[in-house]
């Protein structure tokens, strides 16, 4: 059997922060009938020197369009994704990602469903067709 404090310290060892190994305690904890909560004091231990991974920030870039380009490009592609031509609420998909060197421009963007974007995230068009369907309108 092994205590509270070595199993925290077993998963600060493989690499648990403090937020994931509360959410841990708290599970386990709770299918032996205790509260988390009673153990946060040995967590606190163990986590003492622990500090929050910084976050990344995000990079904003100042819009080099207009909203009535950004209607009126919806408007040229039916109100349908770029990428899997259904008909969903549309997010800003830069073809060339910003990240990569691409502007903010209309003709840089065209429109996507969220999980389009999300699952082409900063890759450009042609990288994205290779490992996805494409169904261009």
């Not at 163990?46 to 910084?54: G, L, Q, R, T």
């Not at 990079?59 to 969903?88: I, Q």
Request: proline share 4%; glycine share 10%.
């Amino acid at each position: 059997m092994v205590t509270v404090r070595e199993w925290l310290e077993r998963l600060r060892g493989e690499g648990f922060g403090l937020y994931e190994a509360m959410g841990e305690l708290d599970i386990a904890a709770g299918k032996d009938g205790y509260n988390g909560g009673q153990f946060y004091h040995i967590l606190g231990e163990v986590y003492a020197d622990w500090e929050e991974p910084p976050k990344r920030k995000r990079r904003y870039v100042k819009s080099e369009h207009t909203k009535k380009e950004w209607e009126a490009l919806k408007e040229r592609y039916s109100h349908r994704c770029f990428y899997c031509g259904r008909r969903r609420i549309l997010t800003k998909d830069h073809v060339i990602p910003i990240t990569r060197g691409g502007d903010d421009k209309i003709d840089n963007i065209v429109p996507s469903c969220w999980p389009c974007n999300h699952k082409k995230r900063a890759m450009p068009v042609e990288e994205f067709k290779n490992g996805a369907m494409l169904k261009l309108i």
